[in-house]
């Protein structure tokens, strides 16, 4: 297996220790991150490992697929936290190497453990010390677990996600999870960016419910301007008119015409030009406003041919659009290709997506492929000696 602090030091975080206090999906995503922009990262993990890896089927190469795309580049050590022995040793390996530790245990579980922000940063004031957790440090919710559906629900978004008269709606992938454990990298570089300056550490605070709150700023604000709740609205969008997808005669197709030009180009290409000076549809707030009589008439069109000759249509006449894609043509789009955004691990059959991000033209390559449970775990209780 590649070791996970190859290739050097051209990797943005080279030479930054993290200790991931971490399952599931947050703070495993925010460590795995901090990875692949080059830390050298160690996932502590009970006997039994991190719950995510038997959330499957499918399992892939001895772990669920879900872990697996968490858990590059680390190394992973069994430590046993009701173990005084085994506490004194992470917290040796903490003040002697560390830089980072991230958490995401249950509320209040690290400081019952002496291994907390407080009691850690107190043997070492320059250490960063990022808390993950579901509904914020303070406030009457500050001890309840949560996950990334319940934070859809309390969060409000499922509140207005999928369709009007139908049930809540989760959104298919982990965004607050997901999004929650980006705020916990945004969160720790900037504290590693104060600390080479002041040489002091910081304790960083994300949550789950922080996450989804901001998320909800744009509906929040249109809620707050007009008092109004914002509407199901299934693939559209509110105050946006058209926006949306339509099903053509054989899949679905995304047209955003979000401007009265490209409304204009789009009622050309759909034959209806006349469309663009109809009272109802002259300008964004008319649509809005009128919009169910608009996609009406729209649909009624989009059926009439294929999503590959509207989309040739609409391409050419400059209005955006885009196919619904299923994850098998996402993955395998030339435009997926051209970026790079599907990487091979090192010695493995994984292959997984990578980091949405490029630096000086060059996306961050995996070190290494997700850990067996327990494969560096004599690494940290039996250290070798330190180098002069």
Same mark, same amino acid.
């Given at each position: ?182 705020? +916990?990298?945004? $969160? #720790? *570089?900037?504290?590693?960016?104060? &600390?080479?300056?002041? !040489?002091?550490?910081? /304790?960083?605070?994300? =949550? ?27 693939? +559209?969008?509110? $105050? #946006? *008119?058209?926006?949306?997808?339509? &099903?053509?005669?054989? !899949?679905?197709?995304? /047209?955003?015409?979000? =401007? ?50 509207? =989309? ?77």
């Amino acid at each position: 297996m590649g070791t996970p602090d190859a290739p050097g030091g051209s990797a943005p975080l080279s030479g930054i220790v993290v200790v991931e206090l971490g399952a599931s999906v947050a703070a495993p995503y925010a460590a795995q991150t901090l990875g692949d922009l080059g830390a050298e990262v160690w996932k502590i993990e009970k006997a039994e490992g991190d719950d995510a890896r038997r959330w499957g089927p499918p399992f892939w190469e001895g772990a669920s697929a879900l872990f697996q795309g968490l858990n590059r580049n680390k190394r992973s050590v069994v430590c046993d936290l009701r173990d005084p022995e085994h506490v004194a040793a992470l917290t040796r390996f903490v003040v002697e190497r560390a830089d980072v530790v991230l958490q995401n245990l249950r509320p209040g579980q690290v400081d019952a453990l002496g291994l907390g922000a407080q009691a850690l940063r107190s043997l070492k004031p320059s250490l960063v010390y990022c808390n993950v957790g579901a509904f914020g440090a303070t406030g009457p919710l500050k001890d309840r677990p949560g996950y990334d559906p319940l934070m859809q629900a309390f969060g409000g978004i499922m509140s207005f996600t999928g369709e009007e008269d139908r049930p809540p709606v989760r959104v298919g992938p982990s965004i607050i999870d997901m999004g929650t454990g980006l705020w +916990g990298v945004v $969160g #720790i *570089v900037t504290a590693l960016l104060r &600390r080479a300056t002041t !040489g002091e550490g910081a /304790v960083i605070d994300v =949550s789950l419910f922080e996450t989804a709150t901001a998320l909800m700023a744009l509906p929040a604000a249109q809620f707050m301007a007009s008092g109004e709740l914002p509407r199901k609205q299934g693939s +559209g969008s509110p $105050g #946006i *008119v058209p926006y949306r997808a339509y &099903r053509t005669a054989d !899949g679905d197709l995304v /047209v955003a015409a979000g =401007s009265d030009g490209l409304f204009r180009r789009l009622a050309g290409v759909l034959g209806h030009p006349e469309w663009a000076d109809d009272p109802r549809f002259v300008s964004n707030p008319a649509r809005v406003e009128h919009q169910h009589a608009l996609y009406a008439l729209i649909e009624a069109e989009m059926r009439g041919r294929s999503t590959e000759e509207w =989309s040739a249509l609409l391409d050419d006449a400059g209005v955006p659009c885009a196919p619904v894609q299923n994850v098998q043509q996402m993955l395998g789009h030339p435009q997926t290709r051209a970026l790079g955004m599907v990487q091979a691990l090192p010695d493995s059959r994984l292959t997984l997506v990578g980091l949405p991000l490029s630096i000086d033209g060059v996306r961050p390559r995996p070190r290494s492929a997700p850990p067996a449970l327990g494969e560096h775990t004599d690494a940290l209780f039996d250290p070798p000696p330190a180098q002069d």
